[in-house]
């Protein structure tokens, strides 16, 4: 069966059924951001770091590349200047909340970010979800989940699953962006163990 021939920043490529343009790009060693994105993990589309423009029939739409499945006479565009000044807001937008981010900051010097933008929203947590999933998707575990909603969301860890699994496990860590999940696994740990001295001398 022959592939989906597509155009990815002016080159051909013969695609498989199924992709997305974040794989074919990969394929063609065309570097796309990413923040939310995990080749194990099923397609989340959170961060929307990935945004390129594609082009079909002459019509232009901004579309999250982890999330867009490839198409016949598809054109890819993954640089332009409309691209780079949205994830350039993007990345100020998640600098306000994880300010000192490695991966953050390697970015924002990439796209020309200021990180001092937007007022500073400290919670160290972007929302990618790469721990979330992790731990649902591959370790079917779910020891951390999301709680609250909107601007207020956060990740947590689920204490009674957590005290039991995450100590020999921490495979999650490595995947997040920030330091958040560092950060709340310690209170998470801090909690279990005043909780457990307290009932013991209680």
């Known amino acids: 069966m022959s592939g989906i021939i597509l ?46 423009e594609a082009e079909i029939r002459g019509w232009t739409k901004l579309v999250a590349a982890c999330l867009y499945p490839v198409e016949p006479n598809l054109i890819v565009r993954t640089r332009s200047e409309k691209i780079d000044r949205i994830r350039k807001t993007i990345l100020e937008l998640l600098l306000a909340h994880a300010p000192d981010s490695t991966q953050l900051k390697e970015l924002a010097k990439e796209y020309g970010a200021d990180r001092d933008r937007f007022e500073k929203e400290a919670s160290f947590c972007i929302h990618c979800g790469l721990c979330v999933r992790y731990c649902a ?28 699994e995450c100590w020999n496990c921490k495979e999650c860590f490595p995947l997040c962006p920030t330091s958040a999940l560092q950060a709340a696994y310690v209170l998470t740990e801090a909690l279990a163990s005043s909780l457990h001295s307290f009932v013991h001398e209680g």
């Open 137 to 164: 998707e591959i370790k079917k575990k779910n020891a951390v989940g999301f709680v609250d909603r909107g601007t207020r969301r956060e990740i947590s860890f689920i204490p009674e699953i957590a005290s039991k």
């Open 7 to 52: 155009e990815i920043d002016g080159r051909k490529f013969e695609a498989s059924e199924g992709m997305t343009i974040l794989q074919a790009a990969q394929k063609l060693g065309i570097a796309i951001p990413t923040l939310c994105h995990h080749e194990k993990l099923e397609p989340y589309g959170a961060c929307r770091i990935c945004t390129v």
